[in-house]
């Protein structure tokens, strides 16, 4: 089974700084998606970035970056210049790309806050 | 933007009862999905739903729980008999592929299990 791991609750960064939020998983699949989803306090889940196993490049939204390190299976989110908007909880995400469905499975999440 | 739409956004309810949890998928998407989370913890897998039948329940979804698409645009989930551990946020999602896409979620139900 496939699980995904975020083992630091809490992050806090200053406002303009960058930050980084870890997450491994364990998986025995080769090709596999994986996703960051942030949950402000509104509760509503909502997309930041998302990588494909399959591919090499790291992906980037706009101040959002990945560092996927698929050998490690470490796919960490990098915030730059980051904003009080960003203050969220951060979910790391797995699924796969055969069979029926693909399911999501979440890390733990990471309360990020970020000081002014 | 397309949206997933989740109603009712709060809904409290005895123990017991049964409760009905709607939910309005983006009308060209193809899987839908019920997730909860409970207060403080991470989301959790409940069901996935293609081609009008469940295609993968997660162990949480037991005998009290069922999935309906009864008019091809809303997407249900129902409690049969609710338990104080019921009491979560549900998230209903939905996808147009197997997830590349990525999920778009509905803002969540929130169920309080009195």
């Known amino acids: 089974a496939q699980t995904v791991t975020q083992s630091q609750p809490e992050m806090s960064v200053q406002e303009a700084e960058t930050v980084t939020l870890s997450c491994t998983y364990d998986?025995?699949?080769?090709?596999?998606?994986l996703f960051w989803y942030k949950q402000p306090p509104s509760r509503q889940m909502i997309l930041v970035i998302r990588?494909?196993?399959?591919?090499?490049q790291n992906a980037t939204e706009n101040r959002f970056s990945v560092n996927f390190q698929k050998a490690a299976k470490s796919f960490s989110l990098k915030i730059s210049d980051s904003q009080l908007g960003d203050a969220a909880m951060y979910f790391c995400a797995y699924s796969r790309t055969t069979g029926a469905n693909s399911k999501l499975t979440f890390g733990k999440g990471i309360t990020l806050s970020v000081r002014p | 933007e397309p949206e997933v739409t989740q109603t009712p956004s709060h809904q409290v309810t005895q123990m017991g009862q049964e409760v009905i949890l709607r939910c309005v998928p983006i009308s060209n998407h193809l899987y839908f999905y019920w997730y909860r989370q409970i207060l403080g913890q991470k989301v959790e897998f409940l069901v996935s739903f293609y081609n009008n039948e469940i295609s993968e329940k997660s162990e949480i979804f037991d005998d009290q729980f069922s999935v309906e698409r009864p008019d091809g645009s809303n997407f249900t989930l129902k409690i049969r008999s609710t338990k104080l551990e019921d009491s979560a946020m549900y998230f209903c999602a939905s996808s147009l592929d197997r997830g590349w896409y990525g999920y778009t979620f509905g803002s969540g139900t929130r169920l309080t299990v009195v």
């Open positions: 990588q494909e196993a399959y591919k090499q």
């Open positions: 998986t025995s699949e080769s090709d596999y998606y």
